[in-house]
């Protein structure tokens, strides 16, 4: 059973910066296209990053030139480089291959607010 785990959320200024990891049992995750998505309140989950074996990245236009997704394969992580936060970037975040093939985490809250 893949078991994801979502880490590195927080309560950060509007500017400041975020490094939001998922790791996971199970998967070797670079064999999967993974993606980064979010939930505010009174919202629907949305997808927010992309990456697919090979490397290749896409961004939702909210966050493109600010956030960054890459892996780590020495510890089977996937990661999300954010910076330049704003207040309509604060929701839960949680990883998942694209499409959101295996069972949700628990997420991580990023809150940005001054």
């Known amino acids: 059973q893949v078991q994801l785990v979502e880490s590195g959320g927080g309560l950060v200024q509007p500017g400041g910066s975020l490094r939001l990891s998922c790791a996971a049992s199970g998967i070797i995750f670079s064999i999967y296209t993974m993606a980064w998505f979010r939930q505010a309140p009174g919202k629907k989950r949305e997808w927010v990053a992309v990456?697919?074996?090979?490397?290749?990245?896409n961004y939702v236009d909210s966050v493109k030139g600010r956030f960054t997704i890459s892996w780590d394969n020495a510890k089977n992580t996937v990661t999300l480089q954010m910076n330049s936060l704003k207040p309509e970037d604060t929701a839960v975040y949680y990883c998942?291959?694209?499409?959101?093939?295996?069972?949700w985490g628990q997420g991580t809250q990023v809150t940005v607010s001054s």
């Open positions: 998942n291959a694209d499409g959101g093939l295996f069972e």
């Open positions: 990456i697919r074996s090979g490397g290749y990245t």
